[in-house]
């Protein structure tokens, strides 16, 4: 990504959104065949359900997964969030790893998916780097999507050969969400959409992410942000913003993404994205507690 000014903020569209074959092959398997081939499912009604109903079903991506609604357990309402909304979501990571990467790319980094869903970030990781090599923290407090997140992610190496990822789950960042010695690799958060969340506490959230890069090393860190450009969506960003600049992170840049229409992924026309970019050197100290 462009270290461009926050202040002098424009418009970036960005053309290359487009999702590897395997990555279809394996949405196709785990996602979407097993909602097409469920009897309940019928013309325009996904298991059962009015097609116009999902985003109310799935609270437009910040409903409580392990809570069942009607006739529907937390794993299909997990599943119908990923057929709705995951497509979308991996365009918009593609375009800015292939932004923040375009000169060069980490090696066999650490990944931190805060509000990971069905490992969407992961899946948009595993597409970008090349060698595919990394290890990831999938951090949700959904234990159905911890479950559909971690089962797509053991099914990659099946369509993606060379894919190697090791993988942890947890609830919230505060656990043990780490098992290696500390080291100096480099460490990529993602927060993708989870300052919409209403019930989001970011000083608890931003205390158990700066314990967790502890624990991990003291390799240099990055924050990617990404959320809708709408002013209300962004509310909480100064707020985000500067949490991280007490943790020492320092603001890169905050831009505007344009995507192209994707018919596939349930948004036939152009559509906008908000994203930013936080950096942390490598610290001086290693933690070893």
Same mark, same amino acid.
């Given at each position: 990504?462009?270290?461009?000014? #926050?202040?002098?903020?424009?418009?970036?569209?960005?053309?290359?959104? +487009?999702?590897?074959?395997?990555?279809?092959?394996?949405?196709?398997?785990?996602?979407?065949?097993?909602?097409?081939?469920?009897?309940?499912?019928?013309?325009?009604?996904? *298991?059962?359900?009015?097609?116009? !109903?999902?985003?109310?079903? &799935?609270?437009?991506?910040?409903?409580? $997964?392990?809570?069942?609604?009607?006739? /529907?357990?937390?794993?299909?309402? &997990?599943? *119908?969030?990923?057929?709705? $909304?995951?497509?979308?979501?991996?365009?918009?990571?593609?375009?800015?790893?292939?932004?923040?990467?375009?000169?060069? !790319?980490?090696? +066999?980094? #650490?990944?931190?998916?805060?509000? %990971?869903?069905?490992?969407?970030?992961?899946?948009?990781?595993?597409?970008?780097?090349?060698? %595919?090599?990394?290890?990831?923290?999938?951090?949700?407090? +959904? =234990?159905?999507?911890?479950?559909?997140?971690?089962? /797509?992610?053991?099914?990659? @190496?099946?369509?993606?050969?060379? =894919?190697?990822?090791?993988?942890?789950?947890? =609830?919230?960042?505060?656990?043990?969400?780490?098992?290696?010695?500390?080291?100096?690799?480099?460490?990529? #958060?993602?927060?993708?959409?989870?300052?919409?969340?209403?019930? *989001?506490?970011? #000083?608890?959230?931003?205390?158990?992410?700066?314990?967790?890069?502890?624990?991990?090393?003291?390799?240099?860190?990055?924050?990617?942000?990404?959320?809708?450009?709408?002013?209300?969506?962004?509310?909480?960003?100064?707020? $985000?913003?500067?949490? /991280?600049?007490? &943790?020492? $992170?320092?603001?890169?840049?905050?831009?505007?993404?344009?995507?192209? !229409?994707? @018919?596939? +992924?349930?948004?036939?026309?152009?559509?906008?994205?908000?994203?930013?970019?936080?950096? @942390?050197?490598?610290?001086?100290?290693?933690?070893?507690?």
């Amino acid at each position: 990504m462009s270290d461009t000014p #926050v202040e002098s903020r424009r418009p970036l569209v960005t053309a290359d959104t +487009s999702l590897p074959l395997w990555l279809d092959d394996l949405r196709r398997a785990e996602v979407l065949d097993p909602i097409e081939n469920d009897s309940r499912t019928g013309q325009d009604r996904p *298991l059962g359900v009015d097609q116009q !109903a999902v985003f109310e079903i &799935c609270g437009g991506g910040q409903a409580d $997964f392990d809570e069942s609604w009607n006739d /529907l357990s937390s794993d299909d309402r &997990c599943l *119908l969030y990923a057929r709705s $909304f995951q497509r979308g979501h991996l365009q918009e990571l593609l375009a800015a790893f292939r932004l923040l990467f375009r000169d060069s !790319a980490p090696e +066999s980094p #650490v990944v931190i998916d805060l509000g %990971c869903g069905p490992f969407t970030g992961g899946l948009a990781m595993a597409a970008t780097l090349d060698p %595919c090599r990394f290890h990831y923290v999938g951090v949700d407090r +959904s =234990a159905a999507m911890r479950r559909l997140g971690h089962r /797509l992610a053991d099914t990659v @190496r099946t369509y993606h050969p060379d =894919a190697v990822i090791s993988h942890r789950w947890v =609830a919230d960042a505060t656990e043990d969400a780490w098992d290696l010695a500390p080291s100096w690799r480099p460490i990529l #958060v993602i927060v993708s959409y989870l300052l919409a969340s209403p019930t *989001l506490d970011l #000083v608890v959230l931003i205390e158990g992410l700066n314990k967790l890069l502890l624990r991990i090393g003291r390799g240099p860190a990055m924050v990617l942000y990404t959320n809708s450009p709408r002013p209300k969506a962004n509310q909480r960003l100064p707020e $985000f913003r500067d949490a /991280l600049e007490d &943790c020492q $992170f320092e603001q890169k840049t905050e831009d505007d993404a344009v995507l192209p !229409a994707d @018919r596939d +992924s349930g948004y036939p026309y152009e559509r906008r994205l908000r994203y930013a970019l936080f950096y @942390r050197s490598e610290l001086t100290t290693l933690s070893l507690d």
